[in-house]
C-alpha cells in the first residue's frame, strides 16, 4: 500500500483494545480532573468576591469615619515635651480602680475608669484578667520615678550625669508623662512582668478589641517616628469610644488624630482652646485660694 503523496510504504499501525476496567478508569480520572478544576475556579471567584467585599468594607469604615470626624467636638489632649502639662495639674473625679487585683493603687479619670473595668469585665468573660500596673501619676510623683531610675543607674556603676541623661531617654520627664492626666493605664498580667506582656493572651485580646471600650496602645513600634516614643505594648490610653474607633479603622496614631481632627474641623480647635483656657482658670483659682488659705493662717498665727 502507497502512502497518500509520498510514494512510500506505510505500514498498517493496529492499535491494542482497552481493557474495561483501564476504561473506567480513564473517565474517573477526567471527571476528578474537571471536578478539581470546578473547585478551583469556584475557590478562586469566592476568594476574589472576599476581597472585594472587604475593600468596600473597609471604604464604607474610612468613609464613615471622615464624615464623623467633622462632627468631632473635641479631641484628647497630646502631652509631650513639647506639650507639656503644669506642675500644678490635677484631674477631676479620680477614681480607684479597687475591684481588681492591685487597682486600689490605680487611680484614672472616672470615664477612663468606668470604661477600663468594663473592657476588664469583658475580658473575664472570655477566660483572660488583667492587672492594672499604673495609673494617674502626679507631676510630684514623676519626678521621684525619674529619679530613682537614675539612681539606680548611678548604684550599677554609672556616672551621675550619664545615670540622669540615660534615665530622661526612658523616663517620661515631670509634666510629660500623660500618665499626669489620669486617662492612661499600664496593664500586665502581674504587676512584675510587664515586659513580657506582648507573649500573652490578654495582650492579643486588647489588639483585637481594646477600642471596643475606648481605648488604644498609645505607643507602637510602627509609629515611633511620630509619637517620638519607643513602644509600650503594655501601656493604654482612653480616648473615647468614637476616637478609638476611627484610629484602629485608620491605623492612626493619637498625633495624627489630632492632626486630621484640626485639618478638617476649626470647631474642634476652638472649643480645644477654650478647654485649655478654662482648665488653666481653674488651676490658677485654686493656687490663688491655696495661697489666700495660707495667707490667713499665717496671719492667725501672727495674732
Known amino acids: 500500500m502507497a502512502g497518500r503523496g509520498t510514494g512510500k510504504y506505510f505500514a498498517p499501525v493496529y492499535r ?18 474537571f471536578i478539581a478544576l470546578a473547585v478551583a475556579v469556584a475557590a478562586c471567584a469566592i476568594a476574589a468576591f472576599q476581597i472585594n467585599r472587604n475593600a468596600g ?27 507639656p502639662l503644669p506642675e500644678d495639674y490635677v484631674p477631676d473625679n479620680l477614681m480607684s480602680l479597687g475591684t481588681l487585683p492591685n487597682g486600689e493603687n490605680v487611680w ?4 477612663a475608669a468606668e470604661a477600663f473595668l468594663e473592657m476588664c469585665a469583658a475580658m473575664s468573660k472570655d477566660g483572660l484578667g488583667i492587672v492594672p500596673v499604673r495609673g494617674y501619676t502626679s ?16 548604684a550599677e556603676g554609672a556616672k551621675a550625669d550619664e545615670a540622669r541623661k540615660i534615665a530622661a531617654a526612658d523616663v517620661f520627664a515631670p509634666g510629660e508623662d500623660e500618665a499626669q492626666l489620669g486617662t492612661s493605664v499600664d496593664v500586665s498580667i502581674d504587676v512584675n512582668c510587664v515586659d513580657k506582656f506582648t507573649l500573652t493572651e490578654q495582650y492579643q485580646w486588647i489588639c483585637q478589641n481594646a477600642y471596643r471600650y475606648g481605648f488604644i496602645i498609645r ?29 484602629v479603622s485608620c491605623n492612626m496614631c493619637l498625633e495624627e488624630y489630632v492632626a486630621a481632627v484640626k ?36 496671719d492667725a498665727g501672727h495674732n
Open 108 to 111: 484614672l479619670r472616672a470615664d
Open 16 to 33: 491494542a483494545k482497552k481493557s474495561p476496567v483501564k476504561v473506567r478508569r480513564i473517565r474517573l480520572f477526567k471527571r476528578c480532573g
Open 219 to 247: 505607643y507602637t513600634a510602627d509609629k515611633k517616628n511620630i509619637t517620638c516614643v519607643s513602644a509600650k505594648p503594655w501601656h493604654l490610653r482612653y480616648v473615647g469610644r468614637e476616637a478609638a474607633e476611627f484610629m
Open 139 to 154: 507631676y510630684e510623683d514623676q519626678s521621684g520615678v525619674l529619679a530613682d531610675a537614675a539612681d539606680r543607674l548611678v
Open 263 to 298: 485639618a478638617d474641623n476649626l470647631k474642634a480647635v476652638e472649643q480645644d482652646q477654650a478647654d485649655k483656657a478654662e482648665a488653666e482658670q481653674d488651676q490658677a483659682d485654686k493656687a490663688e485660694s491655696a495661697q489666700d488659705q495660707a495667707d490667713k493662717a499665717k
Open 57 to 83: 468594607d473597609s471604604f464604607v469604615r474610612v468613609a464613615a469615619s471622615e464624615q464623623s470626624l467633622a462632627e468631632v467636638s473635641s479631641y484628647p489632649r497630646i502631652v509631650s515635651h513639647s506639650s
